[in-house]
C-alpha cells in the first residue's frame, strides 16, 4: 500500500515509496507485468508527476522497472536465466564476505546476527512469516557487516527479484527447518573466524535457490 508523502526532501521520499511498494509485489505470481500508472501514482502520494518521473528514471537505471515504448512503465521482471544468474553472483558475493566480515567485524559485531537466528526448528514452522522476514534481514545484515558499502548496493537493486522467491522458499516448511541449521553454522563458523567454511556454507545456502527458480519459474 502507497502513502501520502510530505515535501520534506521529496525526490528522495518519493524514490524510497515506490522502491518499498514494488518490494512488497509478487511479481512472479503471474505472467502479466506489473504496470505503474504514473497518475495513479501522483494521486496516492500525493504528489506532481516531475518527483515520479525523475524517482523512475532512477529505477530504471538500477533494473527495477521498464519502459515500454505506447505501453508505459512496468515493474521489470527477471526471466529464469536471469535469476540464476543473479542467484550465481549473489552466492560468489556472499562467499567472499565471510572473509570481509572476519577482517573488518568484531565478534560481538558477527554475534549480532544471531538475533535473526532465534527460531528452534519446533516453533518455526509457527512463525514461518516472521522468519521469513528476519532470513532476509540476516542476509542484508551479512553484506553490511562486510564493511564494504559497495557489495551490499550491487545487489539491493536485485533484492526485489530475490525477495520474494526467498520468502516464498524458506515458507515451505522443510526448508525453513533446513535454513535454520545452516543460520546457526554460518555464525559459529564466523566467530571462529573460519573463514574457508563460512563463504562454503555461504555460497551452498545461497545456491539452494538455483534448485527452487528451477521447479517454480517457467522462462
Given at each position: 500500500m502507497i502513502q501520502k508523502i510530505g515535501p520534506v526532501n521529496l525526490k528522495g521520499k518519493v524514490y524510497d515509496s515506490l522502491?518499498?511498494?514494488?518490494?512488497?509485489?509478487?511479481?512472479?505470481?503471474?505472467?502479466?507485468?506489473?504496470?505503474?500508472?504514473?497518475r495513479q501514482l501522483s494521486e496516492k502520494l500525493g504528489v506532481s508527476r516531475t518527483p515520479i518521473r525523475e524517482a523512475v528514471a532512477k529505477l530504471e537505471q538500477e533494473g527495477i522497472v521498464k519502459t515500454v515504448p505506447r505501453r508505459g512503465v512496468f515493474v521489470h521482471?527477471?526471466?529464469?536465466?536471469?535469476?540464476?544468474?543473479?542467484?550465481?553472483?549473489?552466492?560468489?558475493?556472499?562467499?567472499?564476505?565471510a572473509h570481509l566480515i572476519i577482517a573488518n567485524s568484531t565478534k560481538d559485531e558477527i554475534e549480532s546476527l544471531n538475533k535473526y537466528c532465534h527460531y528452534s526448528k519446533e516453533n518455526v514452522l509457527s512463525e514461518l512469516d516472521n522468519y521469513s522476514n528476519d532470513n532476509i534481514k540476516f542476509h542484508n545484515q551479512i553484506m553490511k557487516l562486510t564493511k564494504v558499502k559497495l557489495m551490499g548496493?550491487?545487489?539491493?537493486?536485485?533484492?526485489?527479484?530475490?525477495?520474494?522467491?526467498?520468502?516464498?522458499?524458506?515458507?515451505?516448511?522443510?526448508?525453513?527447518?533446513k535454513s535454520i541449521d545452516e543460520h546457526n553454522d554460518i555464525v559459529r563458523s564466523l566467530v571462529a573466524g573460519q573463514g574457508s567454511k563460512a563463504e562454503k556454507l555461504l555460497k551452498n545456502h545461497a545456491l539452494t535457490l538455483v534448485d527452487k527458480i528451477q521447479e517454480s519459474i517457467n522462462s
Open positions: 522502491k518499498k511498494y514494488i518490494l512488497s509485489l509478487n511479481i512472479y505470481l503471474k505472467q502479466s507485468d506489473f504496470h505503474l500508472d504514473e521482471r527477471k526471466s529464469k536465466k536471469e535469476l540464476i544468474d543473479i542467484v550465481t553472483v549473489w552466492a560468489g558475493l556472499e562467499g567472499y564476505a548496493e550491487i545487489l539491493e537493486s536485485q533484492l526485489i527479484h530475490l525477495q520474494y522467491l526467498r520468502k516464498k522458499f524458506v515458507i515451505e516448511s522443510h526448508r525453513a527447518v
